[in-house]
């Protein structure tokens, strides 16, 4: 995946020099141990500070959101689902972006990194299996398919569903892989149960909205939360407020969510608000065997009407 | 100046002493990461974190206030009268913030205490409140105290100053309130050997400890309009998903937004924490917003903390290099780079 770059920037540079797109979207080399920046390039001798590694987390579909230019934007498996869902809800046009595809293996978690070392890790190592960390007094080398974030873990999309070049050779998916454990495991709690384990999961939210923004299906002009005639939602730290957020808000995403993971990973608290998301996800697959962003040419379940379908939930 | 010695069994129990006059406040481990929150009976202060996720800056000013409550019952008689929520300010102690964050709140200051107006929350908790910190000796990668105006042993803010010593703490009393309690932790022992001389050293051994810098020397000389226009301003906002964690994680926001919460026939007026990130900040009542767009909204944070803020109140900049908006940003905006940017910054 580390070799990729060289692709990367001559498609960027052939891109940007041949005027078929205005900027590329990519990624710059962060300042933070494990971390990347997005960043845009306009010139194409300026692709030489695009970067691609296990850094490279953050969802730029989210960058694409009403920008009127011609752009070239690297996206991976889950990037590219919700390329395919900006053009569904007419955030871009189709023939508005040159989609560089990016196979992608999957991406860092650096917090559960972190969680392993002794102290600040000082210097992060990548290699196409391998992570070697340093800090003061500490030396590890870990394997690299073990520190991945848990949604790119249990991944099955991670090669672009639609591109119009490709960095690489398709990676094979991941199968056999059970996504809705975690999910399963809160359904059968009672109540009683739930109510407390989503009390526990929101208690330290500071109300950020990180995990809004990072998203890319979050691009409302003005959020329920944040309307004032009517205010739906109070804004100072009562749990109640903190919930009824995270709740809609996860309800909004129902049938376009990709599990991209942009929410935990923007996370300043590190809340697993992908619990709420992925519900919904696997409502959608087991009700209307749908996934999001797999195909411009459908529409999703939550905007289409047909008489076959399911309706066991009225009784 | 006194120097007092702590020693490692006393600590506990000094603690626990001064626990009886005051509520205590310290570091506490939260799964991954430390918060300042209210020590229970017993709970002690987490002396080994290198900086806490959320600065100290919720003990004083806290993220949501009550301020005013009311009734709207009109068959009462003072219904729709806004009447202050009676609040008491007993002596409290923040024991292991780190300096930083000490100086961070004489930053904040001149907003909401000058001889003119005094906000009532903000000063009464602020001064029922003794500062017992901890300095640095081993920093983060992502701290710049000493080039912005503080460090890891800096004193300004703080009531004492601990050292870590293999014995326990070496503490430098600073002012009347750090005596008050230092007697009443019955931490009395003076400390011999030249204590100032050790401090200091310890002093520089951390410091130089503290790689990272900015310059900040051309900022006041800056043309405000020329910086505000500067062109680097798109490529610096671009990865901004304007959330508001950069500012809620640092010591040195003091923004807030009123709002009035009703439920049947009373209600509660609150100040909540506010963010230069949200749209919402400066949306007018007519819909005009006058900074609209998320590189606006990036300028003027950096603006405020490196430019304004450096004109108007002679202090430096607002910023004391913690460094934890740099650790947290989902998308790694680096203050370090924009300060830099700002101060290199020359009309073409």
């Given amino acids: 995946m580390l070799s990729y770059i060289d692709k990367i920037k001559e498609i960027s540079r052939r891109l940007l020099s041949e005027s078929k797109v205005e900027l590329v979207i990519g990624f710059r080399k962060g300042s933070v141990v494990m971390m990347n920046e997005p960043c845009f390039v306009r010139r194409p001798e300026d692709v030489g500070q695009l970067v691609w590694d296990g850094n490279c987390g953050i969802n730029l579909a989210n960058y694409l959101t009403d920008r009127k230019e011609k752009i070239g934007v690297i996206a991976k498996g889950c990037d590219s689902r919700n390329i395919v869902t900006h053009i569904i809800e007419n955030k871009i046009r189709r023939d508005q972006v040159v989609i560089i595809g990016v196979p992608c293996q999957g991406m860092i978690d650096r917090r559960k990194v972190q969680a392993l070392a002794e102290s600040e890790i000082r210097q992060a190592i990548e290699t196409e299996d391998s992570l070697r960390i340093k800090g003061d007094g500490f030396e590890k080398t870990l394997d690299k398919k073990e520190m991945l974030q848990q949604n790119c873990a249990i991944c099955i999309h991670r090669n672009p569903v639609i591109y119009d070049e490709l960095a690489a050779d398709e990676v094979p998916e991941q199968s056999g892989v059970d996504r809705y454990e975690d999910v399963r495991r809160i359904e059968a709690m009672s109540a009683d149960a739930k109510w407390d384990f989503f009390e526990d999961l929101l208690s330290t939210c500071i109300r950020c909205y990180a995990c809004r923004n990072a998203c890319p299906l979050c691009y409302c002009p003005t959020c329920f939360v944040d309307e004032s005639q009517p205010q739906w939602v109070g804004k100072s730290q009562d749990p109640v407020d903190i919930r009824t957020f995270h709740f809609l808000r996860a309800y909004h995403c129902a049938g376009r969510c990709t599990d991209c993971g942009a929410c935990e990973r923007a996370c300043p608290m590190g809340i697993k608000v992908r619990v709420l998301t992925k519900k919904l996800e696997k409502d959608c697959l087991e009700l209307f065997d749908w996934e999001a962003g797999m195909t411009p040419d459908k529409r999703p379940p939550l905007d289409t009407y047909q008489a076959n379908d399911p309706d066991e939930f009225i009784k | ?348």
Avoid at chain 2, 17 to 25: E, I, K, P, V, W
Avoid at chain 2, 37 to 51: I, R, S, Y
Avoid at chain 2, 60 to 72: D, I, T
């Fill in chain 2, 1 to 348: 100046m006194t120097f007092i010695k702590i020693d490692k069994k006393d600590w506990e129990k000094g603690l626990e002493r001064a626990s009886q006059r005051y509520g205590l406040f310290g570091p506490v481990r939260q799964e991954q990461y430390c918060v300042f929150k209210a020590l229970t009976a017993g709970e002690l202060p987490d002396m080994a974190v290198q900086n806490t996720r959320l600065s100290p800056r919720s003990v004083v000013y806290p993220q949501s206030e009550k301020m005013f409550a009311f009734s709207l019952d009109e068959n009462q008689t003072d219904h729709h009268i806004l009447k202050e929520i009676d609040k008491a300010y007993p002596a409290r102690a923040v024991v292991g913030l780190r300096p930083c964050d000490a100086r961070a709140f004489l930053l904040v200051r001149p907003n909401f205490d000058t001889p003119e107006y005094k906000d009532p929350y903000w000063v009464r908790s602020y001064e029922s409140t003794t500062f017992v910190g901890h300095a640095c000796s081993g920093p983060c990668s992502t701290c710049f105290c000493t080039s912005a105006g503080c460090g890891p042993f800096h004193e300004h803010g703080l009531d004492v100053l601990l050292a870590d010593t293999e014995e326990g703490y070496l503490a430098k009393v600073l002012t009347e309130k750090g005596e008050a309690f230092m007697a009443a932790a019955g931490w009395e022992t003076e400390a011999d050997a030249a204590p100032d001389d050790r401090m200091a050293a310890m002093k520089a051994a951390a410091e130089s400890k503290v790689t990272a810098k900015v310059s900040t020397d051309r900022l006041k000389e800056q043309d405000t309009t020329d910086l505000f226009e500067a062109p680097f301003w798109e490529d610096v906002g671009f990865s901004c998903i304007n959330c508001g964690t950069c500012t809620y994680v640092c010591p040195t926001c003091w923004c807030f937004d009123i709002q009035d919460e009703t439920r049947g026939l009373s209600g509660i007026r609150m100040r909540n924490w506010d963010s230069c990130m949200y749209s919402l900040f400066t949306l007018h009542g007519s819909g005009h917003n006058p900074r609209n767009t998320k590189t606006q909204r990036v300028r003027q944070r950096f603006m405020h903390k490196l430019k304004y803020y450096v004109d108007r109140y002679q202090n430096g900049i607002q910023c004391v290099g913690c460094g934890r908006c740099i650790q947290f940003c989902p998308v790694n905006i680096d203050i370090r780079r924009v300060c830099d940017l700002m101060n290199r910054f020359e009309v073409s």
